[in-house]
């Protein structure tokens, strides 16, 4: 094991159920509820259709078992933990990134006002916001989300809790390039087009469609 407090290291799993909890509240649970209270409906648009929504949904959802998981199995003693991780540096710099993740995503979803949706509804025309954080970078939720997930590995560094990490990472990609993008192409056309041009996908300058 590296240079742990031992107290942190004790602490640190109990700690980031706590954080991954709040961070669902706020950003799942008082959002939809917000949303429904502003708009009378809830936000949430999710309905498979194609093959590519199904493979993000399915690597969403087991991502986020993953990353519950390890954290409960690190407390019980089931998972060992990565070496090179597993120090307290790791618990300071992971404490930042999910700060930073976590106001990263309530400030997008804040910017996204009342179109703030979860999933697509092909039939639904949204507004394309380019706005606030949106300026920087197109998906800025998304890549708060996975700055969160990071973050929980610092605090647990584990092989359960990187694989929840990479497949929340992989669902958000294919989410966002075979169903998102598509579907603002066609509401937005040259408008959108000239937006990611411009503009990366997750991290600012990096993802840009030619």
Do not use: C
Not at 157 to 169: E, Q, T
């Amino acid at each position: 094991m590296g240079d742990v407090i031992p107290g942190q290291t004790k602490l640190a799993p109990l700690i980031s159920l706590v954080l991954l909890g709040t961070f669902g509240v706020v950003t799942f649970g008082w959002r939809v509820w917000l949303q429904n209270r502003r708009t009378g409906s809830f936000g949430v648009r999710y309905s498979p259709h194609t093959p590519a929504d199904w493979l993000s949904g399915i690597a969403l959802v087991s991502g986020v078992i993953a990353a519950v998981l390890a954290p409960v199995a690190d407390m019980v003693g089931l998972l060992r933990r990565i070496e090179a991780l597993d120090h307290s540096l790791g618990l300071v710099v992971g404490g930042t990134v999910f700060v930073a993740g976590f106001v990263l995503t309530i400030r997008a979803q804040f910017d996204l006002g009342d179109s703030w949706r979860i999933g697509v509804d092909p039939e639904e025309a949204t507004t394309l916001m380019t706005e606030g954080v949106f300026r920087f970078v197109r998906n800025p939720v998304f890549s708060g989300i996975t700055l969160v997930f990071a973050a929980l590995v610092l605090f647990v560094p584990s092989v359960l809790a990187a694989a929840g990490w990479i497949l929340i990472a992989v669902g958000l990609e294919v989410q966002v390039r075979w169903v998102e993008e598509p579907y603002l192409r066609r509401l937005h056309g040259a408008r959108y087009r000239e937006y990611a041009a411009a503009v990366g996908r997750f991290i600012p300058g990096v993802g840009r469609l030619g």
